[in-house]
Every structure is written in structure tokens, then in C-alpha cells.
């Protein structure tokens, strides 16, 4: 199952079995969530393809850095939930990535979010963050995190504006860390990033604005990535009465 790349010091999954852990989180937490990070994959695969990181590995780690809403709606719980989880698998650098994708720092209290975490969960993530350095693979997937929404690329900035309606302020450090970030992976691809991650039009969501999830936050106040649909189902309990076949519960 594990999949050690050249070095043997970093694991993750192929990308087919990355595809259907993917799948199998949606129906225990159902929602945009699963298509938000299908699109940060694609976008991640075309970054690394021009910054000369490896695609596969870029693509797996976007798809799985919400793994952590597998488990329920939680603010900063989807990363400790994540972390616990792809660990529990021995997929350590998707389990770093639940967790860095969330940070520009290495200080807890750069989450933009609700601290809705225990304190064991918070220590957690202290701790990891403080342990580890940021590195390409983790830049480039908050990078992705920032401009993906769950039908198409987003405008990096509209994507941190609905942010900062929801929660009332954005961190500025934060916004001007995300803006750096698109800078730091422009000068290595020597292009512009909505060039880059538009490459295949046909694909009809890249390079375009995504609607779907605006129009549902415009009506209905709801989060458009991270909300469930309207349908009700929501909440790793509820999905496993529903999914007969679906291991919901949180790793030990
Ligand atoms: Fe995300």
C-alpha cells in the first residue's frame, strides 16, 4: 500500500488508491469539499509539472490534504482528524500535508478558522508544526488550497475575501504570505499560475471562476466548499447508517 519515492524518507499513496480514500471520506461527510480538493490536485499536478516537482506526488497530496473532513464538519479538527488519519495508514507526507496546508507559519495561531480542537489535538499540532519545515510540496498545496474551489480555479483573492466575510478579518500577514506564495511559484514555473493550471480547457474548470459554490454562499449564507448540501447529510454518524460499508470513525 505505502510507496516510498527515491529518497525512501517521504509516503504516499498511487494515486488510484489516493482516488478511492478520497471517495470513500465523501460518503462518510458528503459535500463540495471532495471536489475542492480534486481541484487543488489537478492545479497541483500542472504546478509541479512546470516547477519541476513530481506531478504524481503533487497530485496525491492535494487530493488528500482535507482527508480530515472525512470525519465531520470541524474548523481546525479537520487537520488534527487528517494528520491522526493518513498516519494511521503510514502515508507520512499526506499526513504532514493535512497539516501544513492549513498554516503559513509555524505557530497554531496563524489558523484562520475556529479552534475547535482538543487540547490533546491542539498540542498535536503545536508540536508538528513546530517539528516540521515547510517544504516545496507543502507550499505548492497551500498555494492550490488557495485559488481551488469545488467547481473550478478561484481567484486566490475572492477565495480569501468570502473567507474573511465569514470569519469577520483575515489575517493580513496571512493574505500577503498567500500572494508570496503565487510570486515564489510564478518565478520558478516562469509563468503566470492561472496560465499554468488553465492548460486544458477542455477540462471546462480550470482558468474560470467557480460558480457553483458562490451562487449557493450568495443564497443561502452556507460555506460553499466545506458546508454540506442541502439534503441534510452531514456528519461522519449520520453517513454510516447510510453507507453500510463505510469505516467513519477517527483513527485510535
Ligand atoms: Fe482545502
Given at each position: 500500500m505505502q510507496r516510498r519515492d527515491r529518497e525512501g524518507d517521504r509516503m504516499y499513496p498511487k494515486k488510484e488508491e489516493a482516488e478511492r480514500l478520497l471517495r470513500e471520506a465523501e460518503k462518510c461527510n458528503p459535500g463540495p469539499w471532495g471536489d475542492h480538493s480534486r481541484t487543488a490536485a489537478r492545479c497541483a499536478e500542472r504546478i509541479a509539472s512546470s516547477a519541476g516537482l513530481?506531478?504524481?506526488?503533487?497530485?496525491?497530496?492535494?487530493?488528500?490534504?482535507?482527508?480530515?473532513?472525512?470525519?465531520?464538519?470541524?474548523?481546525?479538527?479537520?487537520?488534527?482528524?487528517?494528520?491522526?488519519?493518513?498516519?494511521?495508514?503510514?502515508?507520512?507526507?499526506?499526513?504532514?500535508?493535512?497539516?501544513?496546508?492549513?498554516?503559513?507559519?509555524?505557530?497554531?495561531?496563524?489558523?484562520?478558522?475556529?479552534?475547535?480542537?482538543?487540547?490533546?489535538?491542539?498540542?498535536?499540532?503545536?508540536?508538528?508544526?513546530?517539528?516540521?519545515?515547510?517544504?516545496?510540496?507543502?507550499?505548492?498545496?497551500?498555494?492550490?488550497?488557495?485559488?481551488?474551489?469545488?467547481?473550478?480555479?478561484?481567484?486566490?483573492?475572492d477565495r480569501m475575501r468570502d473567507v474573511r466575510n465569514r470569519y469577520g478579518s483575515y489575517d493580513p500577514e496571512k493574505w500577503e504570505a498567500n500572494l508570496e506564495l503565487r510570486r515564489e511559484f510564478e518565478r520558478r514555473m516562469g509563468r503566470d499560475l492561472y496560465e499554468v493550471v488553465s492548460e486544458d480547457p477542455s477540462e471546462g474548470t480550470c482558468g474560470s471562476l467557480e460558480k457553483t459554490g458562490k451562487r449557493r454562499k450568495e443564497e443561502d449564507g452556507a460555506d460553499p466548499l466545506f458546508d454540506p448540501d442541502r439534503s441534510g447529510k452531514t456528519g461522519a454518524a449520520a453517513a454510516c447508517d447510510r453507507y453500510a460499508s463505510c469505516v467513519c470513525g477517527r483513527p485510535g
Open positions: 513530481d506531478p504524481e506526488k503533487a497530485y496525491v497530496l492535494g487530493l488528500l490534504h482535507d482527508i480530515g473532513r472525512k470525519f465531520g464538519k470541524r474548523h481546525l479538527g479537520h487537520v488534527s482528524d487528517g494528520y491522526a488519519y493518513m498516519a494511521s495508514l503510514g502515508y507520512d507526507d499526506a499526513a504532514r500535508i493535512c497539516l501544513t496546508h492549513s498554516f503559513h507559519t509555524d505557530w497554531i495561531e496563524g489558523y484562520v478558522g475556529n479552534f475547535d480542537t482538543s487540547d490533546e489535538e491542539t498540542d498535536l499540532i503545536r508540536v508538528k508544526l513546530r517539528t516540521l519545515r515547510q517544504d516545496d510540496y507543502d507550499r505548492l498545496i497551500r498555494l492550490c488550497d488557495a485559488i481551488a474551489g469545488a467547481g473550478g480555479v478561484m481567484k486566490m483573492e
